[in-house]
Nanobody, 132 residues
Framework: VQLVESGGGSEQIGGSLILSCVAS????????IGWFRQAPGKEREGVAC?????????YYVNSVKGRFTISSDSAKNTVILRMNNLEPEDTAVYFC?????????????????????????WGQGTQVSVSS
């Protein structure tokens, strides 16, 4: 399993960025793939996740609802995170993650399971910096 993120960078408050996660090595169309972030001195937190099958169910942490949108492109084995109206609190390293054997649905339990367990797969991370 391999996850490769791209698209991070620096942006001003209120700006937008798009992060991409290209996945390989597992069945993309039947997995939950999501994004975490980790700011300096803080714990890693879940941001958004999506079920890449026809269900397309998504889940967002409250702090990004209405500003971030997660989507998947099965033709490209890619999960996209569109980030609008960026705030300084969004500054962090963003990680793409998945657990191909996870049996549940997108939601807070998926975040907790990935963060706590040894069965997940993670990308290398991409830096997002938001400043005035």
């Amino acid at each position: 399993v391999q996850l490769v993120e791209s698209g991070g960078g620096s942006e001003q408050i209120g700006g937008s960025l798009i992060l991409s996660c290209v996945a390989s090595g597992f069945t993309f169309d039947d997995s939950i793939i999501g994004w975490f972030r980790q700011a300096p001195g803080k714990e890693r937190e879940g941001v958004a996740c999506i079920n890449t099958n026809d269900d397309g169910h998504v889940y967002y942490v409250n702090s990004v609802k209405g500003r971030f949108t997660i989507s998947s492109d099965s033709a490209k084995n890619t999960v996209i995170l569109r980030m609008n109206n960026l705030e300084p609190e969004d500054t962090a390293v963003y990680f793409c993650a998945t657990d191909p054997l996870y049996p549940g649905y997108p939601g807070p339990m998926w975040f907790d399971t990935l963060a706590a367990g040894d069965d997940g797969y993670w990308g290398q991370g991409t830096q997002v910096s938001v400043s005035s």
